[in-house]
């Protein structure tokens, strides 16, 4: 149980288009997902909450026009990053929180890998 | 944005040999958790910690949570060359609705077989 999915995998694309990243609850229903993104070698930086129905709350420094989150259900949250340049190349991880469970543990997708030319 | 820190950043040790890495903060935390990434994939889960002083084991690893909720660490006794991986730990912080979790900046683990 308590899986996480993302598709794609890796996307390769073009500096100025937008990319969308796809997070999926398979076995629960999360009201709140949250995204992530790593940098070769570097720990995950929270970049923003995503709560369904409303409002992404992004972290200090975060583009909330750059990077669009929408979560139109409850196993469903998006990542659009728009106009990508190659410094917006990096690992974006999801995750999620069971709404059955202690609202604590959140768990994490595998990560797709971004990389903008 | 916050992050708590990790030591040692990396080690290299023999399989085997038991390990021991910590995590400290300046900020206090109600629960600390302990992940293991894998290349290119997520983060998996491999202990949580709820109370100050929970000292909590899960086969090989064990882990505790500083009394003075500022600190964790992580033991793994008789190391094997699956261990190798990066060691993450996080602090999580907020209120009921408002949770998330503050990221370590990493162990990175290597094995000599």
């Known amino acids: 149980g308590a899986v996480v999915s993302q598709h794609p995998s890796r996307v390769i694309c073009k500096s100025g288009t937008s990319v969308k990243i796809e997070c999926r609850s398979l076995d629960f229903q999360a009201t709140t997902m949250f995204w992530y993104r790593q940098f070769p070698k570097q720990s995950l930086m929270l970049m923003a909450t995503?709560?369904?129905?409303?409002?992404?709350?992004?972290e200090q420094g975060v583009e909330k026009d750059k990077f669009l989150i929408n979560h139109a259900s409850l196993t469903l949250s998006t990542l659009t990053v728009t106009s990508a340049h190659p410094e917006d190349s990096s690992f974006y991880i999801c995750s999620a929180r069971d709404v059955a469970g202690t609202g604590i543990e959140q768990f994490f997708g595998p990560g797709t890998r971004l990389t903008v030319l | 944005g916050q992050q708590l820190n990790q030591s040692p950043q990396s080690m290299f040790i023999q399989e085997g040999e038991d390990v021991s890495m910590n995590c400290t903060s300046s900020?206090?935390?109600?629960?600390w958790l302990w992940y293991k990434q894998d290349p290119g994939e997520g983060p998996v889960l491999l202990i949580a910690?709820?109370?100050?002083?929970e000292l909590t084991s899960n086969g090989r690893l064990t882990a505790q949570f500083g009394i003075t909720r500022k600190d964790s660490f992580l033991n793994i006794s008789a190391s094997i060359p699956s261990d190798v991986g990066i060691y993450f730990c996080a602090g999580q912080k907020g209120t009921s609705g408002t949770y998330k979790y503050i990221f370590g900046t990493g162990t990175r683990l290597k094995v000599l077989a």
């Open positions: 995503s709560n369904e129905g409303s409002k992404a709350t992004y």
């Open positions: 900020s206090i935390f109600n629960t």
């Open positions: 910690l709820y109370k100050a002083g």
